[in-house]
């Protein structure tokens, strides 16, 4: 006898229902179920799922038992079916989103790349073409569409027994808390991970991303208190050293001297000459090469590989260290939002020095157009604020601008500048197909794992980024003031780079170089990136501020990283001990663009508008009554055009810097016609 298909929806639904409410055993099946398709999805393989089963049962177990937990809680609704279809769709896009995202780069998803997404609007186009967009918007309608009619359809439970299920999710709630506490403390589960895709892969998806999701900030150290920070302030006032007068430095006497400082962020670069197995057709690097001849010089440990460009500039900004900070955490997105922070900015301020960033990407990433006010710069040049911007051909900017950006910044004021510059050309996603058939270098040898029509780009890329490099030493030592330029990449590029492959350094090592015109002796030594600014300024015998100190006499602190610990945390997360209990520093009044954009005037020309000024860029919009205008058509720095638009007496005229995603970066003054 044939079933009919209603009644056998609802035998179905009603069954389903009763497992989700009364069996314990079910809730453990379907949570060991969805743990292994999310860690199978994560590693891209069914197989290496169950290996992952098989070689680490208990972090495995333990991801089950979190997830067991978001399951427990389907109990406490009626809609049992559709709360435990939310929360399997849950997890299984996690693990698709991870599978994806893992297809174009090295770094796992973390709770903070949901912070970032409205960032990654601006560089979508690199990573996915228009069929993948709109096959995912096509696949997250379908799922939505699919919610509402589960919603719709499936059945209604009895009402709750809070009791039973209570009792089940705090179950299961301890269970996750036994274990942390267990598997943390035995060392089953690290607290703290040095490359962030070795910790996925070892502890699980499950536990990794949770930690992400609650793991924020820096811990504070159980002996906090004013006593412990003062000590620790008061230790390093007195390792300090003396500051000599100028004049003694005939004498061979440290003092100071306070050049203009230019620090160059070089995004994914690296020397590829320390890849073994492969030759060039020409050094791809020629001028990084010879600058590490003469030029103090070393690797630098940075906090991430493939990816993470702001962490490290906050190390090298503030003189922090990530390691202390939350999983995947990027402190642009979080406690920077917020809070000002410690500085080499802040301190050279008081040196009398105007700090400028510069970066040829949009303003917008990162939060940089927020957060740069927290760091004490003055003045933010993003690309936007760049005239006539030449790409690459994924689309990222080309580096040689940054010259004339920088010599610009210098010859804003007439003091000492502090320039703080983040390089964008040799960004990834790299292509698979050759782009560019006249590329100038050819690369013999293949490494396992890495695409060579891939590695190929990547290293003409940085060899377009190496002459800017020259052009610029160049370009500094014909200027007649004294300068110190920092160089250095912010981590190795998106490959899958093996340590074995590397004859120098580690995954979390690049290079710095630092040149100048001024005569400063060449000191070569490995360093943290949180330890660089602090090593500049040594040099140039200026020993002031509290992470500074620190970082400069950690040859004689034996409790090195537990002071920069507490420091760190009493600095940006606590009461401000070292320094008396008041912040010292305030919010920067951020300008965007070194040189102020300005309308002059506005003019009624054949039914078009014309809008005069100056330092107009392809990035501007002409705004009428406050209304931004997405057609205005750049002329030149002087002129933009509205076709088919008049001015009526008393209207409103501005020009905005617009992002690429419509979101306007500043405003100029208001021009208020009055007619012709």
Excluded at 26 to 55: D, P, Y
């Amino acid at each position: 006898m044939q079933i009919p298909l209603k009644n056998f929806k609802q035998r179905a639904g009603s069954a389903v229902q009763k497992l989700v409410q009364h069996k314990v055993l079910f809730a453990l099946l379907i949570s060991f179920v969805l743990n292994l398709t999310l860690e199978s999805l994560c590693r891209r393989s069914l197989l290496k799922g169950l290996q992952f089963l098989v070689e680490a049962p208990m972090p495995f177990f333990y991801g089950t038992g979190i997830i067991l937990l978001t399951v427990s809680l389907v109990g406490l609704v009626r809609r049992r079916c559709f709360a435990l279809l939310l929360v399997s769709i849950f997890w299984i896009t996690l693990g698709v989103v991870e599978c994806v995202l893992m297809s174009f780069r090295i770094t796992p998803l973390t709770a903070v790349d949901f912070r970032l997404i409205f960032s990654v609007f601006s560089i979508l186009d690199v990573y996915l073409n228009t069929f993948q967009v709109i096959l995912i918007v096509l696949v997250t309608l379908a799922v939505l569409a699919g919610l509402v009619v589960a919603f719709l359809k499936l059945p209604v439970s009895e009402p709750v027994d809070y009791l039973r299920s209570g009792f089940g999710c705090v179950a299961a709630g301890l269970y996750v808390w036994g274990t942390t506490v267990l598997f943390t403390s035995t060392g089953i589960l690290a607290t703290q991970f040095d490359i962030l895709g070795n910790a996925y892969n070892a502890y699980g998806f499950t536990y990794c991303f949770s930690t992400s999701l609650f793991d924020r900030g820096i811990t504070q150290p159980e002996d906090y208190s004013p006593e412990e920070v003062g000590t620790v302030v008061d230790e390093l006032d007195q390792e300090k050293p003396e500051q000599e007068e100028p004049d003694s430095a005939a004498s061979g006497a440290e003092s100071k001297v306070m050049p203009n400082i230019v620090a160059v962020q070089l995004e994914s670069f690296m020397d590829v000459k320390y890849l073994k197995g492969l030759t060039y057709s020409q050094d791809p690097v020629p001028n990084y090469t010879a600058l590490k001849e003469f030029c103090s010089t070393g690797l630098l440990s940075v906090p991430s590989i493939g990816a993470g460009t702001a962490n490290t500039e906050f190390e090298i900004l503030s003189g922090m260290s990530l390691d202390y900070f939350g999983t995947g955490e990027y402190p642009y997105e979080t406690i920077l939002q917020s809070n000002v922070c410690e500085s080499v900015n802040y301190a050279l301020k008081e040196e009398g020095y105007v700090c400028h960033a510069i970066h040829n990407h949009t303003g917008t990433f990162y939060d940089r157009n927020k957060v740069y006010a927290n760091l004490g710069f003055d003045t933010f040049t993003s690309v936007e604020y760049m005239l006539r911007v030449e790409r690459n051909p994924l689309g990222w900017a080309k580096d040689a601008p940054l010259t004339a950006e920088i010599l610009k910044a210098l010859d804003s004021t007439p003091g000492q500048d502090m320039v703080y510059t983040v390089s964008v050309q040799p960004h990834g996603k790299y292509p698979t197909e050759v782009l560019d058939p006249d590329q100038p270098i050819s690369v013999v040898g293949e490494l396992e794992g890495i695409n060579p029509i891939s590695f190929e780009y990547y290293v003409n890329q940085i060899h377009e980024t190496d002459a800017f490099v020259g052009q610029l030493v160049q370009a500094l030592a014909e200027r007649d003031e004294p300068t110190v330029l920092i160089l250095f990449g912010d981590h190795l590029p998106n490959f899958a780079i093996q340590p074995e492959y590397l004859s120098k350094g580690d995954l979390l090592q690049t290079e710095y170089v630092i040149w100048n015109n001024m005569g400063l002796p060449k000191e070569d030594e490995d360093l943290e990136a949180y330890q660089l600014a602090a090593t500049v300024l040594g040099q140039l015998g200026y020993h002031d501020g509290v992470l500074t100190k620190l970082h400069q006499e950690r040859d004689t602190n034996p409790d090195y990283q537990e002071d920069l610990q507490m420091l760190g945390y009493d600095l940006l997360y606590g009461d401000y001990y070292a320094y008396d209990g008041r912040l010292p520093y305030e919010p920067t009044d951020l300008q965007m663009g070194i040189l102020p954009i300005t309308v002059k005037r506005a003019d009624n020309l054949h039914d078009e508008l014309y809008v005069t000024g100056q330092n107009f860029t392809e990035c501007s919009q002409v705004s009428i009554n406050g209304k931004l205008r997405s057609d205005t058509i750049f002329i030149n720095s002087s002129t933009l055009m509205l076709p088919a638009t008049t001015l009526e007496p008393l209207d409103v005229v501005a020009v905005s810097q617009v992002t690429a995603q419509g979101e306007a970066l500043s405003q100029s003054n208001q021009f208020t016609y009055v007619g012709s």
